[in-house]
């Protein structure tokens, strides 16, 4: 074998350790933990009775069992934080392919404007396939106190003051990890993992 084959063969073999040992080492790290706060005692949410767009009656997590959900609570006129989070969320969904095990869920913290109509024609404008919820003072209450979301405020005044998270809930109908503000925007990272996990 001459000086220049031997030298390419060193070179091939050299490249092919190296592509090796890095997929090693790809493979072999650890997965990243996910953003957001996991509950030490996870909470059933089943059994919240909402409205969907349609006016019909909407199981929170039964209507979803054996996919994973987004909730976010807020309401349609809010002027900053409820867009820009329901933006968020489209983008980690688009980023995720868009996947059919995979439910965004807005609840309005005002029922007495979001009608179902209200509430679906917004959550629409920022993904078709995003759902959005409503339903009597009671019914959303409730839901708010099983999400540990609290609201306050004066609806005619458009300054409903709300907890701005984004909860995870399993395939199970269990509320498993909160993601705050700050966190959502990792979620388009995390919902492989989390498809995988929960």
Not at 55 to 80: I, K, M, N, Q, S
Not at 122 to 147: C, D, K, Y
Not at 156 to 165: E, F, I, N, Y
């Amino acid at each position: 074998m001459t000086r220049g084959a031997r030298y390419t063969l060193y070179l091939v073999l050299a490249i092919v350790a190296g592509a090796g040992a890095y997929g090693l080492g790809v493979m072999l790290r650890p997965t990243p933990e996910p953003a957001g706060t996991a509950l030490t005692n996870p909470v059933p949410v089943r059994g919240l009775e909402l409205v969907d767009r349609n006016g019909e009656p909407a199981d929170l997590a039964g209507d979803f069992a054996g996919e994973l959900t987004l909730v976010f609570f807020g309401y349609t006129r809010c002027p900053d934080v409820c867009p820009l989070t329901l933006a968020q969320l489209s983008r980690a969904y688009e980023d995720a392919g868009t996947p059919d095990d995979v439910n965004v869920v807005m609840v309005t913290v005002d029922p007495e404007f979001d009608t179902p109509d209200v509430i679906g024609d917004f959550v629409a404008r920022f993904h078709p396939e995003f759902i959005g919820l409503t339903g009597s003072n009671q019914q959303v209450a409730t839901a708010a106190r099983t999400f540990f979301v609290g609201y306050a405020g004066v609806a005619a005044d458009h300054q409903l003051m709300h907890t701005d998270v984004v909860a995870v809930v399993d395939r199970d109908g269990m509320l498993r990890r909160i993601y705050g503000t700050d966190d959502v925007p990792q979620l388009a990272l995390d919902l492989p993992n989390l498809r995988r996990d929960l």
